[in-house]
T-cell receptor, first 118, second 110 residues
Framework: GAGVSQSPSNKVTEKGKDVELRCDPI?????LYWYRQSLGQGLEFLIYFQGNSAPDKSGLPSDRFSAERTGGSVSTLTIQRTQQEDSAVYLC????WGSGTGRQETQYFGPGTRLLVL | KQEVTQIPAALSVPEGENLVLNCSFT??????LQWFRQDPGKGLTSLLLIQSSQREQTSGRLNASLDKSSGRSTLYIAASQPGDSATYLCAVKGNNDMRFGAGTRLTVKP
């Protein structure tokens, strides 16, 4: 079946512009995660959606970052007034459940969006 | 805040050798721990997931253990192959977040 998809695969933008990154999770998956990976760095957790519950936004690096998930499926990560330090690969993952057992919590990752802010 | 540490940062072994990758975490209040592999320029692939109530999981040549009380997990790879070369990441799931280690870059030489 189809895996997690992300768009665009690459995005180059100018400092100060807004960008929107999209994630389509695996159909039926209720949990969705956003991460970013800067060059040579580990994965940084950003935000996690579980079903229709309000997400914990404390992991977002600044108030320029926001995320929403419409209809419990597609998610959009928006970065306003982009800065050069926002350049990274943004990864999305989904799992069947966020607090189930074993395979239900296994995360499946998308290929990522590579963002470059000039 | 949960901190996850992986040792060693890099490891190079000859083909056929058994090896152990280590992961430690500071807060034992976790839901689960996962091991992933990441190939250069590609996304992450889940290898094993251990629930907080479990002690180990096995998949093929891979075995992962979890000692929640001491904040440690190990990933054991038996009879390593060149195709195992990748970066291995461990991640712990808390109440509302996931924390990843920096990874161990494994190279298996033919």
């Amino acid at each position: 079946g189809a895996g997690v998809s992300q768009s665009p695969s690459n995005k180059v933008t100018e400092k100060g512009k807004d960008v929107e990154l999209r994630c389509d999770p695996i159909s039926g998956h209720t949990a969705l995660y956003w991460y970013r990976q800067s060059l040579g760095q580990g994965l940084e957790f950003l935000i996690y959606f579980q079903g229709n519950s309000a997400p914990d936004k404390s992991g977002l690096p600044s108030d320029r970052f926001s995320a929403e998930r419409t209809g419990g499926s597609v998610s959009t990560l928006t970065i306003q007034r982009t800065q050069q330090e926002d350049s990274a690969v943004y990864l999305c993952a989904s799992s069947l459940w966020g607090s189930g057992t074993g395979r239900q919590e296994t995360q499946y990752f998308g290929p990522g969006t590579r963002l470059l802010v000039l | 805040k949960q901190e996850v540490t992986q040792i060693p940062a890099a490891l190079s072994v000859p083909e056929g050798e058994n090896l152990v990758l280590n992961c430690s975490f500071t807060d034992s209040a976790i839901y689960n721990l996962q091991w992933f592999r990441q190939d250069p320029g590609k996304g992450l692939t889940s290898l094993l997931l251990i629930q907080s109530s479990q002690r180990e999981q096995t998949s093929g040549r891979l075995n992962a253990s979890l000692d929640k009380s001491s904040g440690r997990s190990t990933l054991y790879i038996a009879a390593s192959q060149p195709g195992d070369s990748a970066t291995y990441l461990c991640a712990v799931k808390g109440n509302n977040d996931m924390r990843f280690g920096a990874g161990t870059r494994l190279t298996v030489k033919p």
